[in-house]
């Protein structure tokens, strides 16, 4: 028969030092696993919630082109046709561009927080675009360079979120 053994003896014959330094090793290395874990994953949680604020500065931007757009297409539109709007209508559609641009100033403010150096540029290129359209004297000359200049700014501001947005 084999032989019998108290808990008496099993606790006396333990070899407790090397217990105890495996119960160690296992505690510190689950310690850091954890901690590595939580670390990753916050981490990834960062970076999620950064992208998640620059497309979302990136789609103000251009929600912003193209409501600046729609009203200076509206008001080209009325240059092309041979009657004249209205001093309401051309003085609601005025303030209507007033404010998008504005609203559209005020985001790209905003995104610069977070959008690439070229957004910006290109955004200052547009605003320098406006600015020159406004020293025409012709009417259908004014609205055609602000027209061109918010469609380049809008064609390379979807170039420039695309390439933001998907690099790592």
Known sequence: M?????WHDFI?????????A????????????????????????????????????????IESLHEVRARTETKYS????????????????NQKISHAISHLRRQIDLGSLIISGEAIS?????MAGLDAS?????????????????????SNMRRIAREDLIRP
């Open 78 to 93: 009325f240059s092309q046709q041979s009657r004249a709007p209205s001093k309401t209508i051309e003085q609601e559609l």
């Open 122 to 126: 290109a955004t200052h290129k547009l």
């Open 22 to 61: 495996n119960l160690v090793i296992s505690a510190l290395v689950a310690l850091g696993t954890a901690s590595l874990i939580v670390h990753l994953a916050l981490r990834h949680f960062y970076a999620e919630k950064w992208w998640e604020r620059k497309s979302a500065a990136y789609f103000s931007i």
């Open 2 to 6: 084999g032989v019998k053994m108290d």
């Open 12 to 20: 006396v014959k333990m070899d407790w030092p090397e217990l105890l």
């Open 134 to 154: 406004a020293k025409t004297n012709s009417l259908p000359d004014h609205v055609k360079i602000k027209l061109t200049a918010l469609d380049e700014c809008l």
